[in-house]
């Protein structure tokens, strides 16, 4: 059954498991950002204000299915508690006697922080003994995890067998805007696609190449693309297998658009950088920004967009000498009457580099985003 629309009657005064999506940004045990933990408040406010017990699971970075200290939830708990003006209570584990314990003795409002779903290899899995586990904690599942709505885990997807299922606010405004976005008859329709990793988006190129009028390409993506082609790339960031799935990709190259040229230096430090045509980046040097002849092409097709997406910089944005071609973008991307940004890096390039610019939708999730960009479904919403 796939998760319905919160509903007061059905939630009112129960112990409530919530997925969110607390993967945030850790440097030293810091948190760089609180967007992702910010844009679950409403939620969590919506449970507590109706008596509800809010016991939130989430995973947090990459631990190798065992207890990590790096990626323990403490450091999230602690900035949930001054964003909601109310204690939350972090445990130890995520399942097991010790959890049932503490959630059994929660009062009406309680907030609990499980730890890191991730520690437990079932997690990932989806093991259905792990799910049932996470179940026996509450009487009903809420899903405000966007960001990992494409991924099946014991978390996302599994629990939703043992426990009637709700969307969360957020992620009910995330499809409703993005479902707005994508089945508009607005033309033309022009998808801008960067990062670092090829491999993320060949789905995303192929399906897009088939639904927009144009895909433009940014970032280290082109590489893997040039390398297929024999062209030499010097140290640009560039993985073996994407260079295997760019020789395979069915692309219509009227309509993908690749860089003519590139900024490149010789290190991501550089202070300056020097403007090469694609096919002429030299040995010791590395593509860290689309060039200018670039830049001015991909101008031109948003100069004429009414629905733009855009996933992914273009280029080394955190180094201001290979910021312009990101800032350039989004400023045009803005500019657009219906504009859908997704992905952390792009977001965080957008807040650096564009602060004041203003889009229709920006996504919290990435990969989901991706997913429904390559036009399938997301896993952990549907039967």
Request: charge should be neutral.
């Amino acid at each position: 059954m796939e998760p319905m629309r919160l509903n007061e009657n059905a939630i009112k005064g129960k112990r409530v498991l919530v997925r969110v999506d607390f993967n945030v940004p850790l440097k030293k045990g810091k948190i760089e950002s609180v967007d992702r933990i910010q844009e679950t408040l409403p939620t969590v406010q919506w449970l507590t204000d109706r008596g509800c017990k809010v016991i939130l699971a989430s995973h947090l970075g990459r631990p190798k299915d065992a207890p990590d200290p790096e990626f323990r939830m403490d450091p999230v708990a602690i900035e949930l508690s001054e964003l909601i003006k109310k204690p939350v209570k972090k445990l130890d584990d995520c399942i097991g006697p010790e959890v049932e314990t503490v959630v059994t003795q929660m009062k009406p409002g309680d907030i609990v922080l499980l730890e890191n779903t991730r520690f437990h290899p079932e997690e990932k899995a989806n093991d259905p003994v792990f799910s049932k586990a996470m179940a026996r904690l509450a009487d009903v599942f809420v899903f405000e995890a966007f960001g990992t709505a494409h991924r099946a885990d014991a978390s996302t997807k599994g629990v939703q067998a043992f426990l009637p299922s709700y969307l969360g606010l957020l992620v009910e405004r995330e499809l409703t805007a993005i479902d707005k976005i994508l089945k508009s008859n607005e033309h033309p329709l022009v998808v801008i696609l960067g990062g670092a990793k090829l491999a993320d988006k060949v789905e995303t190129i192929e399906y897009m190449n088939g639904v927009a009028d144009k895909v433009l390409i940014g970032g280290a993506m082109g590489f893997p693309i040039l390398r297929a082609r024999g062209i030499k790339i010097g140290k640009s960031y560039c993985e073996e297998e994407s260079v295997k799935l760019a020789t395979g990709m069915k692309i219509d190259l009227t309509k993908v658009i690749l860089p003519v040229d590139y900024l490149v230096a010789e290190s991501n430090d550089a202070k300056s950088g020097q403007n090469v045509p694609f096919d002429k980046i030299p040995e010791a040097a590395m593509g860290l920004d689309i060039g200018e002849k670039t830049l001015e092409s991909f101008l031109a097709v948003l100069k004429t967009a009414k629905r733009v997406i855009w996933n992914g910089p273009m280029g080394l944005f955190e180094n201001p000498a290979f910021s312009k071609g990101t800032k350039e973008i989004a400023k045009a991307v803005s500019a657009a009457k219906l504009s859908l940004i997704g992905g952390g890096d792009t977001v965080s390039a957008i807040n650096q580099l564009a602060p004041g610019a203003k889009f229709t939708h920006i996504s919290t999730g990435g990969g989901a985003l991706l997913t429904m960009l390559s036009g399938k479904p997301l896993v952990a919403l549907t039967k």
